[in-house]
Nanobody, 123 residues
Framework: VQLQACGGGLVQAGGSLRLSCAAS????????MGWYRQAPGKQRELVTS???????YYVDSVKGRFTISRDNGKNTLYLQMNDLKPDDTAVYYC??????????????????WGQGTLVTVSS
Protein backbone atom coordinates (compact mmCIF):
# COMPACT_ATOMS: atom_id res chain seq x y z
CA VAL A 1 0.00 0.00 0.00
CA GLN A 2 1.28 3.45 -0.91
CA LEU A 3 0.38 6.87 0.47
CA GLN A 4 0.66 9.85 -1.87
CA ALA A 5 0.65 13.28 -0.23
CA CYS A 6 0.18 16.56 -2.06
CA GLY A 7 -0.95 20.14 -1.56
CA GLY A 8 2.09 21.80 -0.04
CA GLY A 9 3.47 25.07 -1.26
CA LEU A 10 4.54 28.59 -0.42
CA VAL A 11 2.01 30.81 1.32
CA GLN A 12 2.12 34.09 3.22
CA ALA A 13 1.40 34.22 6.94
CA GLY A 14 -2.33 34.18 7.52
CA GLY A 15 -2.96 32.18 4.39
CA SER A 16 -4.41 28.70 3.91
CA LEU A 17 -3.43 25.40 2.35
CA ARG A 18 -5.16 22.04 2.04
CA LEU A 19 -3.10 18.86 2.09
CA SER A 20 -4.33 15.54 0.76
CA CYS A 21 -3.02 12.01 1.24
CA ALA A 22 -4.44 9.20 -0.88
CA ALA A 23 -3.88 5.52 -0.09
CA SER A 24 -3.73 2.99 -2.91
CA UNK A 25 -3.10 -0.71 -3.22
CA UNK A 26 -4.63 -3.85 -1.75
CA UNK A 27 -6.31 -2.24 1.22
CA UNK A 28 -8.33 -4.26 3.65
CA UNK A 29 -8.79 -1.59 6.28
CA UNK A 30 -7.32 1.76 7.33
CA UNK A 31 -7.13 2.48 11.02
CA UNK A 32 -5.70 5.66 12.57
CA MET A 33 -4.50 8.30 10.12
CA GLY A 34 -2.42 11.31 10.96
CA TRP A 35 -0.26 14.18 9.84
CA TYR A 36 3.27 14.69 11.13
CA ARG A 37 5.68 17.48 10.35
CA GLN A 38 9.41 17.98 10.52
CA ALA A 39 10.92 21.43 10.53
CA PRO A 40 14.60 21.99 9.68
CA GLY A 41 16.79 20.90 12.56
CA LYS A 42 13.87 19.52 14.57
CA GLN A 43 12.41 16.13 15.26
CA ARG A 44 9.33 14.91 13.48
CA GLU A 45 6.21 15.64 15.53
CA LEU A 46 2.61 14.51 15.44
CA VAL A 47 0.38 17.41 14.39
CA THR A 48 -3.04 15.79 14.27
CA SER A 49 -4.67 12.39 13.93
CA UNK A 50 -8.08 10.89 13.26
CA UNK A 51 -9.41 7.47 14.14
CA UNK A 52 -11.58 5.62 11.65
CA UNK A 53 -14.47 6.30 14.04
CA UNK A 54 -13.87 10.02 13.74
CA UNK A 55 -12.16 10.89 17.03
CA UNK A 56 -9.48 13.53 16.51
CA TYR A 57 -6.37 14.84 18.24
CA TYR A 58 -4.56 18.14 17.65
CA VAL A 59 -1.31 19.42 19.07
CA ASP A 60 -1.94 22.62 21.01
CA SER A 61 -0.09 24.84 18.54
CA VAL A 62 -2.56 24.12 15.72
CA LYS A 63 -5.85 23.91 17.61
CA GLY A 64 -8.45 26.20 16.08
CA ARG A 65 -6.42 26.63 12.88
CA PHE A 66 -6.04 23.13 11.41
CA THR A 67 -8.79 20.61 10.66
CA ILE A 68 -8.18 16.97 9.88
CA SER A 69 -10.72 14.90 7.99
CA ARG A 70 -10.90 11.65 6.06
CA ASP A 71 -13.00 10.19 3.27
CA ASN A 72 -13.11 6.47 3.95
CA GLY A 73 -14.76 5.76 0.61
CA LYS A 74 -11.82 7.36 -1.20
CA ASN A 75 -9.14 6.17 1.26
CA THR A 76 -8.01 9.80 1.50
CA LEU A 77 -6.88 11.97 4.38
CA TYR A 78 -7.08 15.76 4.38
CA LEU A 79 -5.59 18.60 6.39
CA GLN A 80 -7.11 22.05 6.09
CA MET A 81 -4.63 24.59 7.41
CA ASN A 82 -5.82 28.13 8.04
CA ASP A 83 -4.14 31.19 9.53
CA LEU A 84 -0.75 29.70 8.78
CA LYS A 85 2.27 30.99 10.68
CA PRO A 86 5.97 30.91 9.85
CA ASP A 87 6.42 28.31 12.62
CA ASP A 88 4.22 25.96 10.58
CA THR A 89 6.96 25.74 7.96
CA ALA A 90 7.95 22.08 7.66
CA VAL A 91 7.74 18.97 5.57
CA TYR A 92 4.38 17.38 6.29
CA TYR A 93 4.02 13.61 6.23
CA CYS A 94 0.89 11.50 6.36
CA UNK A 95 0.78 8.19 8.16
CA UNK A 96 -1.85 5.48 8.23
CA UNK A 97 -2.35 2.19 10.00
CA UNK A 98 -2.98 -0.24 7.17
CA UNK A 99 -4.35 -3.74 6.91
CA UNK A 100 -3.03 -4.97 3.56
CA UNK A 101 -4.60 -7.87 1.70
CA UNK A 102 -2.04 -10.42 0.56
CA UNK A 103 -2.15 -13.73 -1.27
CA UNK A 104 -3.94 -16.85 0.00
CA UNK A 105 -6.19 -14.80 2.29
CA UNK A 106 -3.39 -13.52 4.46
CA UNK A 107 -3.26 -9.98 5.77
CA UNK A 108 -0.49 -7.74 6.99
CA UNK A 109 -0.89 -4.85 9.41
CA UNK A 110 1.64 -2.02 9.48
CA UNK A 111 2.12 1.74 9.44
CA UNK A 112 2.53 3.33 6.02
CA TRP A 113 4.06 6.77 5.42
CA GLY A 114 3.61 9.24 2.61
CA GLN A 115 6.59 10.85 0.92
CA GLY A 116 6.19 14.29 2.49
CA THR A 117 5.05 17.60 1.10
CA LEU A 118 6.78 20.91 1.88
CA VAL A 119 4.83 23.76 3.43
CA THR A 120 6.61 27.10 3.55
CA VAL A 121 5.00 30.07 5.31
CA SER A 122 6.60 33.46 4.73
CA SER A 123 6.29 36.32 7.21
Amino acid sequence: VQLQACGGGLVQAGGSLRLSCAASGSIGSIYNMGWYRQAPGKQRELVTSIHNGGNTYYVDSVKGRFTISRDNGKNTLYLQMNDLKPDDTAVYYCKAGIQELRGWGSRRVYDAWGQGTLVTVSS
